[in-house]
């Protein structure tokens, strides 16, 4: 028995029951009355939504009656929930006994299924949740939350008028499906529908057909398989089902017959799925019609959606980098575009934020069956998704999101961005197909062994004909540098291939880059640099994503490690740097120890030596909020800019330790170098000190309180003295003026030993003790006339220098010191003055060049005031100069910052130039780029020069990571600390007065 049938015999018997035995149906309220024949079987609204599988809206109506009703005339209409204003659908034709009736409605942007063939069409959008749909006899538009003059009514979700009660809230996935196939109705609609998946059914139910292209959407020569399930009619059963498509739109016959007998791409003979298999050849989405009849008379339309996608490789999209081109600078000729790529997913990354929102994304590479063959282009691509993580289905060819898998390969399409020069699609992305799963990223997406060339360059051009791509670290690479990190959470190693020249070298400690120009470079010339361009870097990102954990860091390796492993990824540019972004960590293998390459020497007779170190500490903040200052701490407000200063500081201006125990561990950490390393040494000139001075030493402890400059002296390096002392080390003292600050509150300073060294008195000197005239461009600030020890002197830019930070020569302006050391200990023995000059110059290697020439001409200035004023004196020209020693880059524009203090009239000598001819390997002070070079110098006068007895680098920073496991002390800087030893006794030396016993 049909169901069609079922239902008309069901009806009868209810209607003679009713009649016979005098029953009266009950009248809710807000109902006219039961439907005797026509009513609204089916509500759905979620149609082309998120998670949708249809793509339009639809209402169904059944005809629950015994006679054939023309609904010429009448109306589909809705309201939303509580609204008043109705919209209106016109139906045409007439619907049978127990046949039902499609009202198609407005479509969403998702969905991968059209409805069965509608027997009639709106354009109304319903909520997918709550609203109000009537039927109605005829064309008037309804008016009012709850009207009259309806022949059906159904209230869904928070509607405001139904029959009785409304049913419980729809959704995008959900209808709400009259029971009894159709045939209940107690004017209740809560009793009356059922909440379930939608089913609709048109007035051929159930002889219907269904459309599908499998894959819908292709490339260019790709076939599809076209098929048209039908569902048989019933009572009589259908024979003869012919099924044809009008394939023209596609480039094949108008009339095409459908198969369903194995041939012709058919899968199985007799299972009612008529198949053809064709090409598309017509650009864009078409929509094909196929007609289905059976012999027993029905006939009915579905429709076939196909999407022809022209794809460009992603060589064409990033276009070839030639020769000679720049590659930093290269940019996608398809900028501003959206183009449409395929390609397999062969890494996700993860990137750290200030947020709690990482950054997500994926690399995307072509197989060689999809690359374009140019080897000047690249066939990789990364694919930007914010913090969402996910890509949109393409309007029409799915729902919902997608969230990438490694080993998907996809089409999708996308706006090309070069974001800081990094080629990738960011924005506007839809995703038209997965066209597969699980692709075998080794066999079909083998990375390329990183080898770039040794001219840097050559290299860039290498590297971005590889931008995008899967590339891999070489076997046993060597590292180059500790590795750096970065905030928020990131970090990075330099690595150099095992078949590099520097890596063939025998002496381990001459395995690295050094940067030209360096008697060590891998291709030493001094007029010509290559920028050695064989380093090859490798980051974070892609180790975050494989942990899921946006705080995860590529492992701590040091100088002289090698990756014994291979470790992949994908090719990133970030920050001016090509990075291979890694999705396993390095397993590293420990090499030389940077620390045992050429160390100081410990004093062999402190009666006969004495030693002066220069230490950038880098950033050494405290734990404590200074109350004078607005940008000191977290939460501070920040600092204007104050004259000469030229730009305000946003708080925190310092780099807060994590905690007070950070603080002290880091403080502990410096004094056993100090102690250890750098054997005590008599006076150390250091920089990036906090200027907070809100401390005093009382006993063996510093008390604090809200007094501003309490004593003269900077809390941090009391705190190191401390420390010093509690380790067993000698008592130091600090000295700083607090003029040499910047606005973000750090300086140079001095800690000495308070054993051996002190002050001498400024009053008389021609320096300390009054405004001296040094011969200098720039005039004179009002602290220079100052009487003090130490003493910070500063003089205004000369016309027409570009000023950087300040208007002043520096923001950070030297502080002189003039230290009396003795043999044996204070107010014993013999002793020598010494002058300190302690500098650290503005930052930036290429900007701020004019600026740092003239702090060294600055310098020089002092150096022949005081030479002129007391001939013989012993001075130190020292710190942190942010520049590199001669020869520069010349040979590429640079000019020699630091010309004025290798004046022949001056007598300076560089100490590095001492250490260069000594022991090459060991003559750097920092590690940039995976590049050994150097920043933090001494200059000494010919007089020091004569008691010179050692010079060296301790190696105990620069090329370790900061929390390299059990590193006794070691990373606590990014600088390396100089150190240099000179002898009180010479003969005939006129500069060691005797003193006491």
């Known amino acids: 028995m049909s169901l069609k049938r079922s239902i008309e015999k069901s009806l009868s018997v209810v209607v003679i029951l009713a009649m016979a035995f005098g029953w009266a149906f009950s009248q809710p309220q807000t109902a006219q009355a039961v439907s005797p024949d026509i009513v609204i079987s089916q509500v759905y609204g979620g149609g082309g939504n998120s998670g949708a599988t249809l793509k339009n809206d639809f209402v169904e109506l059944f005809n629950r009656g015994t006679a054939a009703v023309d609904v010429t005339g009448w109306t589909v209409q809705y309201a939303s929930a509580s609204g008043s204003s109705w919209q209106k659908t016109s139906l045409t034709g007439t619907i049978q006994p127990g046949d039902y009736y499609l009202v198609q409605e407005a479509a969403g942007s998702g969905g991968s299924l059209n409805l ?66 159709g045939a209940q109705d107690t004017d209740n609609n809560l009793e009356d529908f059922d909440i379930g998946q939608p089913n609709p059914r048109n007035s051929m139910f159930p002889f219907a057909a ?98 022809l996608i022209s794809v460009i490789p992603i060589g064409t999209v990033n276009g070839p980098v030639l020769d000679g081109e720049d590659g930093t600078e290269h940019v996608s000729p398809y900028v501003g575009q959206t183009v449409t790529i395929k390609g ?20 995307i590479q072509n197989t060689a069956a999809a690359a374009d063959g140019d080897p000047l282009t690249s066939d990789g691509l990364f694919i930007y998704m914010s913090s969402y993580g996910n890509i949109a289905w393409a309007k029409g060819y799915g729902s919902g999101y997608y969230y990438p898998q490694v080993g998907d390969e996809l089409i999708l399409s996308g706006s090309v961005s070069e974001y800081y020069n990094m080629t990738e699609l960011s924005s506007s992305l839809a995703l038209y197909r997965v066209v597969r799963e699980g692709v075998i990223i080794d066999d079909e997406v083998p990375p390329v062994v990183a080898n770039p060339p040794v001219s840097l360059a050559d290299a860039n051009r290498y590297w971005e004909r590889l931008q995008g791509m899967r590339v891999q670290v070489p076997q046993n690479s060597i590292v180059l540098g500790g590795r750096s990190v970065f905030s928020p959470a990131d970090a990075e190693v330099w690595v150099a291939s095992p078949d590099s020249t520097i890596a063939q070298r025998a002496d381990p400690y001459t395995r690295r880059a050094f940067r030209d120009a360096h008697p060590l470079d891998d291709n030493y010339d001094p007029a010509f640099w290559d920028g050695n361009g064989y380093r ?43 990075r291979i972004e890694i999705a396993e960590q390095p397993e590293l293998g420990e090499g030389a120890d940077p620390a045992a390459n050429n160390p100081p020497s410990e004093l062999r007779n402190s009666r006969v030596e004495y030693s002066i170190v220069d230490y950038n500490l880098e950033n050494l903040y405290d734990y404590r909020n200074n109350p004078f200052s607005g940008c000191d701490f977290t939460g501070d407000s920040g600092c204007p800019a104050v004259p000469p200063f030229l730009d305000e500081v946003k708080s925190p201006f310092n780099y807060v330790p994590a905690s007070d125990e950070a603080y002290q561990a880091r403080v502990n950490d410096i004094a056993i170098q100090i102690i250890n390393d750098l054997h005590s040494p008599d006076i150390l000139m250091v920089q990036e000190v906090e200027n907070q001075d809100i401390c005093t030493v009382s006993g063996e402890a510093l008390v604090c309180g809200d007094v501003n400059n309490a004593d003269g002296k900077p809390d941090v390096l009391q705190d ?61 600030v009002p602290y220079d006339s100052d009487v003090s020890n130490p003493k910070t002197l500063n003089a205004v830019l000369p016309e027409g220098v570009g000023a950087c930070e300040t208007s002043w020569v520096f923001p950070r302006a030297p502080d002189v010191g003039l230290f009396r050391i003795y043999n044996v200990r204070v107010g014993v023995g013999y002793y020598q003055d010494v002058y300190l000059i302690n500098n650290h110059f503005k930052s930036g290697p290429d900007s701020c060049v004019a600026h740092r020439t003239e702090q060294a001409k600055f310098n020089a200035a002092l150096v022949a005031f005081l030479q002129s004023e007391k001939p013989g004196a012993l001075i130190v020209v020292g710190g942190d100069l942010n520049v590199y020693p001669l020869p520069d880059n010349t040979y590429l524009g640079a000019p020699e910052q630091l010309a004025a203090l290798y004046d022949p009239s001056l007598g300076l000598k560089n100490l590095w130039e001492v250490l260069l001819v000594q022991a090459p390997e060991a003559a750097y002070s920092y590690v940039y780029l995976g590049m050994a070079q150097t920043l933090d110098q001494m ?59």
């Not at 006899?137 to 009514?153: K, M, Q």
Request: charged content about 15%.
């Open 720 to 780: 190191l003295a401390l420390k010093i002392a509690s380790l067993g080390g000698p008592a130091y003292d600090a000295a700083f003026d607090r003029d040499s600050s910047d606005l973000r509150g750090i300086l140079p300073a001095f800690l000495y030993r308070a054993d051996r060294v002190q002050l001498v008195s400024p009053e008389g000197d021609p320096l300390l003790g009054g405004l001296p005239e040094i011969d200098y461009a720039g005039a004179p």
């Open 210 to 307: 269904t459309g599908s292209a499998t894959p819908a959407v292709v490339e260019s020569g790709e076939t599809s398989l076209l098929a048209v399930t039908v569902s048989p009619g019933i009572d009589p059963a259908s024979t003869g089902i012919t099924v044809s498509c009008d394939l023209s739109p596609i480039g094949g016959a108008p009339d095409q017959m459908f198969y369903d007998d194995g041939t012709n791409g058919d899968l199985v003979g007799g299972d009612n799925i008529f198949s053809f298999t064709t090409t598309d050849s017509t650009p864009g989405t078409q929509n094909l019609t196929c007609p289905f009849a059976d012999e027993q008379g029905r006939s009915g339309t579905t429709s076939i959606t196909i999407t």
């Open 939 to 997: 200059f000494v006068n010919q007089s020091m020069l004569a008691n010179l007895l050692q010079f060296r680098i301790s190696h105990i920073n620069s090329d370790f990571p900061a929390d390299y496991p059990g590193d006794v002390a070691r990373g606590t800087s990014d600088h390396d600390p100089n150190v240099a030893t000179f002898s009180f006794m010479l003969p005939n030396n006129p500069h060691l007065p005797f003193v006491g016993n």
């Open 536 to 578: 090859i870097l490798m980051g974070s990102l892609g180790i975050k994503a494989a942990a899921g954990d946006d705080q995860a860091l590529i492992a701590p390796a040091r100088t002289f490690d090698t990756v014994i492993n291979t470790p992949a990824g994908g090719l990133n540019y970030t920050y001016s740097k090509y």
């Open 116 to 181: 069965p063939t509608p027997d009639a069409i709106g354009t109304i959008f319903m909520s997918a949740t709550d609203g109000k749909v009537a039927l109605v006899n005829n064309a008037t538009t309804l008016t009012g939350t709850c009207p009259t003059g309806r022949i059906d009514l159904v209230g869904f979700g928070s509607a405001n008028c139904s029959e009785t009660s409304p049913t419980p809230k729809l959704s995008n996935t959900t209808a709400a499906l009259r029971k009894a196939d």
């Open 344 to 363: 397999v997913v062969y890494e996700k990354t993860l990137q750290a934020t200030a947020t709690s929102k990482p950054y997500k994304g994926v690399f």
